[in-house]
């Protein structure tokens, strides 16, 4: 289970963070995601400046990645 990276748009915070086409996002901060929900849930519990941790499968292969919320992160936030 996970969420499916769709195409990354060239010099987008997702590939600027190493994500590719096909990746598939299973976990964040060590909580499982495996609906758009519950990925929306996390990141609304953070904000512009936090660094998350992304765990992925690439081609069968697990794999982290590092991501630092931009400050434009914050128009984004429902509470905001």
């Known amino acids: 289970d996970g969420l499916q990276v769709g195409p990354v748009a060239e010099n987008?915070?997702?590939?600027?963070?190493?994500?590719?086409?096909g990746d598939l996002i299973v976990g964040v901060d060590g909580q499982n995601v495996a609906?758009?929900?519950a990925l929306i849930d996390?990141?609304?519990r953070?904000?512009?400046?936090?660094?998350?941790?992304?765990?992925?499968?690439?081609r069968g292969t697990p794999d982290r990645l590092i991501v630092k919320l931009p400050e434009s992160f914050a128009a984004l936030r429902r509470d905001a």
């Open 42 to 44: 996390i990141l609304g």
């Open 12 to 21: 987008s915070l997702g590939f600027r963070s190493g994500f590719g086409r």
């Open 35 to 37: 609906t758009e929900s």
């Open 46 to 58: 953070h904000q512009a400046g936090d660094r998350l941790e992304f765990d992925i499968v690439r």
